[in-house]
């Protein structure tokens, strides 16, 4: 009972903090989009949601490997599997929803290495705000992040919707 009135209070924090205004449709519509063509959907997203923090940084494209990171809540408890990951630069990480979401990914600008905020914001595609990824509703709904042009060092993110929860993990790029 406790965890279902958890489950509901964070679901409706995160609707409330999206306000409505998102391009992605509750029938998981993001997933074609951001899995498919990461570069060329993420060009117009930092424009929408920071061009003072994206500046002129153009979407990199994944040339490496793709690592995925599931997303889970369940009676265990909300997390990342893994929550810990390492890259190495032009690899990307696909975020799938398996359970307990809406989920989502969030960089924030002063956990990130100096400098890479504008390129990581290009990479991200259909943000929904600087360096935030849109809700995945749905389970098997996913989001890919390309770690092409940044700098090695640690990426720290979290779920907005259940950071309260302890879902965080850090991306180490080398």
């Known amino acids: 009972m406790l965890r279902n009135k958890l ?22 519509a993001a997933k074609p989009d951001t899995t ?11 424009a929408a949601g920071g061009a003072a923090t994206a500046g002129a940084a153009a979407a990199a494209p ?20 893994p929550a810990n ?32 905020a504008a390129q990581l914001g290009a990479n991200m595609p259909n ?15 996913s989001y890919t992040v390309s ?3 940044l700098k090695a060092g640690a990426y720290h993110f979290y779920c907005t919707p259940h950071l309260a929860l302890g879902m965080k993990g850090v991306v180490t790029v080398q």
Not at 62 to 78: N, R
Not at 127 to 141: Q, R
Request: include cysteine; proline fraction near 7%.
């Open 7 to 28: 489950v509901l209070a964070a679901s409706v924090a995160a609707l409330a903090a999206c306000g409505g205004g998102d391009k992605q449709a509750a029938n998981g």
């Open 36 to 46: 498919a063509a990461a570069a060329p959907a993420a060009t117009p997203a930092p």
């Open 62 to 81: 994944i040339t490496g490997k793709t690592v995925e990171v599931k997303m889970i809540g369940d009676a265990q408890g909300y997390r990342f599997d």
């Open 85 to 116: 990951i390492t890259v190495k630069v032009g690899d990307g990480i696909k975020f799938t929803n398996v359970t307990g979401g809406p989920h989502n990914v969030t960089f924030s600008a002063d956990s990130i290495p100096a400098g890479t």
């Open 127 to 141: 943000t929904t705000s600087p360096l935030t990824g849109p809700l995945l509703i749905n389970a098997n709904d």
């Open 147 to 149: 770690f092409a042009g």
